[in-house]
């Protein structure tokens, strides 16, 4: 059984979102155990037109070109000028490292920090001898970085 996974649904729904659209095309490549990177085929843009951002856990990249087609006169136009959002989803405590434009290629690296891991004994007691309506609830040690949540108790009676 998996618990505290209810945002599951929300990540889904926001991944299916940007999967129809192809465009801008992109590569995903793990370079080390710990460093994932996406590049994205930008041709085209240039640093200015192309913004980054992580909204809570949603990498966005948008790029949107000035048009510089004013006073030119194009006998086929192939090369579209258009803009694009590109949004990924990333998994809880993915870190984005840093970002650079090289040859057409827009590139962002990721840091997946190991987790550490943490193992506490758990002592199992006699039961309070106090009521069950002035039952404290139990003290959650909640790892740094991740939110408490409140937990109803409820009581048998």
């Known amino acids: 059984m998996f618990l505290g996974f209810d945002h599951l649904e929300q990540m889904l729904e926001r991944a299916s979102k940007n999967a129809s659209d192809g465009y801008p095309p992109y590569n995903i490549e793990q370079v080390s155990p710990t460093t994932l990177r996406i590049t994205l085929a930008v ?16 990498l966005v990249i948008r790029g949107r070109q000035s048009d ?4 030119r006169i194009f006998l086929h136009r ?7 959002q ?3 989803v990333l998994a809880e ?5 840093g970002a650079w434009l090289d040859n057409g290629l827009l590139h962002i690296e990721l840091q997946r ?4 891991v943490r193992v506490r004994k758990i002592e ?3 039961p309070p001898t106090a009521p069950s309506h002035e039952r404290v609830p139990p003290v959650v040690d909640v790892p740094a ?10 009581d048998e009676e």
């Open 43 to 58: 041709a085209g843009f240039v640093m200015e037109d192309l913004h980054i951002t992580q909204e809570d856990n949603q």
């Open 68 to 71: 510089d087609g004013q006073g």
């Open 78 to 84: 192939g090369i579209a000028a258009r803009q694009f």
């Open 86 to 88: 590109k949004a990924f």
């Open 93 to 97: 405590g993915i870190e984005v490292g």
């Open 113 to 116: 920090p190991q987790p550490e």
């Open 124 to 126: 199992i007691t006699r």
């Open 145 to 154: 970085g991740r939110k408490q949540r409140v937990v109803r108790v409820i």
